[in-house]
């Protein structure tokens, strides 16, 4: 039995598959076992095809692949390449099981990417469980921009079977770096970007706002802004993608992952996901799902980046309540019959509404004509445990033509990354806004007078543990910006100013 290195995706995470062959005595035959699908079924033919058309006997035995584990679901054309190899090599001694091979077989036996590739092979990376593989030449730029490991690009099936057999010296694709101006923390590089296409230059007024979103980016603490229609609410969210911290080697690589279970081809720039489902969207589309293969949501994509919920109080009630959990925990986990999956959901969550249905209440020229009743049902489809997980609420005020452009996206930019800068100096391995426990009480530590002003607010504004640790986490990241070491009271009544009472 011979035998070669391939894999598959469960969810988002790769699984390594042995792929096996032997050719026995018997009428000739030729099947693939071992929980396939029908994308890997079908590969029999394109197999055959691309071994007769490159002059390879099919040998008259009878045939067994074998996709190893067998309990495990398999998908995906990326298996032909691995196959005919097996098949082609027959008996002949060739050490194989160091070789990971991947590659979809036209007919005429050229190999064709794809769009598995980048994620499977990505995700085999971050456990260490491949060093060097086989793969289409065409998806060579972007795979190699994943480190450590030695990519052989092959256009042709004769081509891969000249690499195994003769074992000559092939070109193989480096590790290609990121061409981003970067800052060293911890001897790793953080990328960032210096291109704004939204300004904040662009609002006019809304300082207090303005100086909420900068602090939401610096420590990427969740924020929710209300206002009356045209305030601005939806300008400042779609340019806080812009200003937020910079991101690492990993990060950029599974922003990539991201964009190619979405269908895009990958940027590989430094600039963070958005995400902006509509409020009509589905529970399934928002947080995941599927009857029989669990398929990552909007909450899965927006990791790392910023989740948008325009229109807030719009959305289903039961979406709001399920946000819940990955805005506290981090991750998201969906449960099916024939799957269980945890997606990592490490997001910025941006919402955006108006004071009430008609949208007028904050105004000083239109009057408000909302029922009591309408006001009521519309603010009680926002449950306390959702508004407790808010770090930073803003009420917006209607504008006026007095109102002049103040900071640009640069400059807040730079005071993002100044803050990042000093959280990684500390040792955080996260920022603010996702600190633990225990990280709170090593970099969140309050004075005498700050610990009275926090015990006086707790019992004014009745704040649950929750809300305690979110406040002192938002202080942090408000004395990060200020450039002090230490939390001061004024940063901590800043913090205090921004929840909704």
Same mark, same amino acid.
């Given at each position: 039995m011979k035998q070669l290195l391939c894999a598959t995706l469960e969810g988002i995470d790769a699984k390594t598959v042995e792929v096996q062959f032997t050719a026995t005595k018997g009428l000739p035959a030729f099947s693939i076992v071992g929980m396939v699908n029908t994308a890997i079924t079908e590969s029999k033919e394109r197999v055959k095809s691309a071994l007769l058309s490159n002059e390879f006997t099919f040998p008259p035995k009878r045939l067994t692949v074998n996709l190893a584990p067998s309990d495990l679901r398999k998908e995906g054309s990326h298996f032909d390449l691995a196959i005919a190899v097996l098949i082609a090599l027959g008996n002949n001694d060739i050490q194989l099981d160091e070789w990971h091979v991947f590659g979809e077989l036209g007919l005429d036996g050229s190999v064709t990417e794809n769009t598995l590739l980048y994620p499977i092979i990505l995700s085999l990376a971050n456990k260490g469980a491949i060093t060097k593989a086989i793969v289409p030449h065409k998806s060579l730029n972007k795979l190699s921009k994943i480190p450590n490991i030695s990519f052989y690009g092959v256009s042709t099936l004769t081509e891969t079977l000249q690499l195994l057999q003769t074992k000559e010296t092939i070109p193989h694709a480096q590790s290609t770096s990121f061409e981003f101006?970067?800052?060293?923390?911890?001897? &790793?590089?953080?990328?960032?970007?210096?291109?704004?296409?939204? $300004?904040?230059?662009?609002?006019?007024?809304?300082?207090? %706002?303005?100086? %909420? %979103?900068?602090?939401?980016?610096?420590? #990427?603490?969740?924020?929710?802004?209300?206002g009356s229609p045209g305030s601005g609410k939806s300008m400042i969210a779609k340019r806080l993608q812009h200003i937020l911290p910079p991101l690492n080697n990993n990060e950029m690589l599974d922003c990539a992952k991201l964009e190619i279970l979405e269908g895009k081809e990958p940027?590989?720039?430094?600039?963070?996901?958005?995400?902006?489902?509509?409020?009509?969207?589905?529970? %399934?589309? =928002?947080?995941?799902?599927?009857?029989?293969?669990?398929? =990552?949501?909007?909450?899965?994509?927006?990791?790392?980046?910023?989740? @948008?919920? $325009?229109?807030?109080?719009? @959305?289903?009630?039961? =979406?709001?309540?399920?946000?819940?959990?990955?805005?506290?925990?981090?991750?998201?986990?969906i449960s099916r019959v024939n799957a269980k999956v945890t997606y990592d959901a490490n997001f910025l969550f941006v919402a955006a509404m108006n004071p009430c249905p008609c949208g007028n209440l904050f105004s000083k020229n239109i009057a408000c004509r909302c029922t009591d009743l309408e006001m009521? !049902?519309? !603010?009680? !489809?926002?449950?306390?445990?959702?508004?407790?997980?808010?770090?930073?609420?803003?009420?917006?005020?209607?504008?006026?033509?007095? $109102?002049?452009?103040?900071?640009?996206?640069? &400059?807040?930019?730079?005071?993002?990354?100044?803050? @990042? /800068?000093?959280?990684?100096?500390?040792?955080?391995?996260?920022?603010?806004? /996702?600190?633990?426990?225990?990280?709170?009480?090593?970099?969140?530590?309050?004075?005498?007078?700050?610990?009275?002003? #926090?015990?006086?607010?707790?019992?004014?504004?009745?704040?649950?543990?929750?809300?305690v640790s979110r406040v002192l986490k938002v202080a942090r990241t408000v004395a990060d910006i200020e450039g002090e070491e230490a939390i001061e009271k004024e940063h901590l009544l800043e913090a205090l100013s921004y929840r909704k009472r």
């Open positions: 101006p970067s800052t060293m923390h911890n001897e &790793q590089p953080y990328y960032h970007h210096e291109d704004y296409p939204l $300004d904040f230059k662009d609002i006019k007024g809304q300082e207090h %706002a303005k100086r %909420a %979103a900068l602090i939401s980016a610096a420590g #990427m603490h969740n924020l929710l802004l209300e940027s590989f720039t430094p600039l963070r996901p958005f995400r902006s489902p509509h409020h009509t969207s589905t529970g %399934a589309s =928002i947080f995941g799902g599927g009857s029989h293969k669990a398929q =990552i949501g909007e909450v899965g994509l927006a990791h790392n980046g910023i989740l @948008f919920f $325009d229109e807030l109080p719009h @959305f289903s009630k039961n =979406i709001l309540e399920a946000l819940r959990e990955p805005m506290e925990d981090r991750h998201i986990r009521n !049902r519309y !603010r009680s !489809r926002l449950s306390d445990p959702f508004l407790d997980r808010i770090d930073l609420y803003v009420q917006m005020h209607p504008t006026s033509a007095e $109102d002049k452009s103040s900071y640009t996206s640069y &400059q807040f930019h730079v005071k993002v990354r100044e803050a @990042f /800068s000093r959280q990684k100096k500390r040792g955080q391995k996260t920022l603010n806004g /996702s600190l633990s426990d225990s990280e709170l009480e090593k970099y969140c530590v309050l004075n005498d007078e700050g610990k009275k002003t #926090m015990d006086q607010a707790i019992g004014r504004f009745s704040l649950s543990f929750r809300a």
